[in-house]
């Protein structure tokens, strides 16, 4: 369950954050990450609940955005947004496809404090 060492090290830039600009406590989190990534959004939650706590960031808000597979096809020349990787273009059947988004890592984007 590698979302245990993921949320640490979220935790550790939030913490570090808030102590930097002397912040009391974080409000909420904003990460985001691949569809194909490989993450639990469940267990990242979990794993943030669990570990947040006797933190600055304890009792926070995780807002998660799941980014989604895209696919570009050399032949028609189209981004395709799929649930999850195809090796075929939906739009012309192509097998001419390449992977150009969902394979994205976990981000930080945003965090309040107060």
């Known amino acids: 369950m590698h979302e245990l060492s993921l949320i640490q090290s979220v935790l550790d830039i939030t913490v570090e954050h808030a102590e930097k600009h002397q912040c009391e406590r974080v409000l909420s989190l904003k990460l985001s990450f691949g569809r194909l990534a490989n993450i639990e959004p469940g267990s990242l939650r979990f794993a943030f609940e669990v570990q947040s706590r006797g933190t600055k960031a304890e009792g926070a808000t995780l807002e998660l955005a799941m980014l989604p597979v895209i696919i570009h096809c050399f032949s028609c020349g189209k981004n395709s947004e799929l649930n999850e990787y195809a090796s075929t273009c939906p739009c ?21 404090a107060e």
């Open 92 to 112: 012309c059947n192509s097998t001419e496809v390449t992977l150009s988004g969902g394979m994205e890592e976990l981000k930080f984007l945003e965090m309040e």
